[in-house]
């Protein structure tokens, strides 16, 4: 079955007794973490994740500025 290992391996997972469900929070945190990081910190050539998030942001916002104040 291919779901038998994904099975086994969430019963292994310590802290089924304590935490329950939440047992798993930790791992994702620290994956969500890493994903960050790396979108930040991790460049190709000379962009990131950060510097094209905040270009396209500036962008957006001019536009809207000459939008309102074209339309007044």
């Known amino acids: 079955m291919r779901i038998g290992w ?3 391996l ?4 310590p802290g089924k007794k304590t935490f329950g469900m939440y047992r798993f929070l930790p791992m994702f945190f620290i994956l ?5 990081f790396s979108m930040i910190n991790w460049k190709v050539g000379e962009v990131n994740f950060y510097n094209t998030f905040k270009k396209r942001q500036a962008k957006d916002l001019v536009e809207e500025k000459i939008k ?3 339309t007044a």
């Open 32 to 36: 969500g973490a890493a994903l960050e």
């Open 10 to 13: 969430v019963n292994k997972w």
């Open 68 to 70: 309102r104040y074209t």
């Open 6 to 8: 994904i099975h086994r």
